[in-house]
């Protein structure tokens, strides 16, 4: 079996994870091979279409450089059906007891968007944490709110970020990375302009100074 990835660690050198939902198979593979070209390794796979899983195991098994997890995990089920996916994490929303419990193999992101649900997951050893929805809850300055009350806790937000905005929140000392689709935005997958897909890419990069 395969060692679980340090996600932690993972996170805070790539520091951008392209979020994704894949409605075609056949786009799968050049897709996360444009984004890997352009700089970008870890790709996180929601599950809000049927072939989510299908579509980790084609990247995972074909595009060489990828770390594929999957996202929008809700369930102990879902968790399970990653684990056997050969998605490398999993990130959730939210948390639920039942979702931690569950959590195994996988290294699990859970999602944390108030003080309280902060602390709870700290209370579980989380000290990595999704904030979602990033923009909606308060964007950059709440995030960086929190950096000083929960000093143990590195989050990766998401949730309506976008190029313009990305700098304000991997500019926190409290950000390991950020979440975002706006380097592989739906009229470009559905041309299959993975040219253009990896100059977003490799800007969103370059960003990072």
């Known amino acids: 079996m395969t060692a679980p990835i340090d996600l ?24 996360a091979r444009a984004l890997v070209k352009g700089g970008l390794p870890v790709l996180e796979i929601t599950m809000r279409t049927p072939i989510a899983l299908d ?8 595009v060489e450089g990828a770390v594929v997890g999957v996202g929008t995990v809700l369930t102990p089920a879902q968790l399970a059906e990653a684990e056997a996916a050969g998605a490398a994490f999993a990130v959730a929303p939210g948390a639920t007891d039942r979702l931690l419990d569950a959590a195994g193999a996988v290294p699990l ?9 902060s602390m709870r997951l700290l209370e579980r050893g989380y000290t990595l944490q999704k904030f979602f929805p990033a923009e909606p809850s308060g ?9 000083s009350p929960l000093p143990q806790v590195r989050f990766c937000p998401t949730g309506g970020i976008t190029a ?3 700098g304000d929140y991997l500019r926190l000392r409290n950000v390991a990375a950020v979440g975002g689709s ?16 990896e100059r977003l890419a490799r800007q969103a990069v370059h960003a990072l100074g």
């Open 182 to 197: 706006w380097m592989a935005p739906a009229r470009l997958v559905s041309t299959a302009d993975w040219f253009g897909i």
């Open 8 to 31: 932690a660690g993972l996170l805070t050198r790539t520091r951008i994870v392209p979020v994704l939902v894949v409605d075609d198979l056949s786009s799968a593979v050049p897709l």
């Open 55 to 62: 579509v980790v195991r084609a990247m995972s098994a074909e």
């Open 139 to 147: 964007g950059a300055a709440y995030l960086g709110a929190l950096a």
């Open 164 to 166: 313009e905005t990305a």
């Open 109 to 117: 992101l859970p999602g944390a968007a108030t003080p309280s649900e």
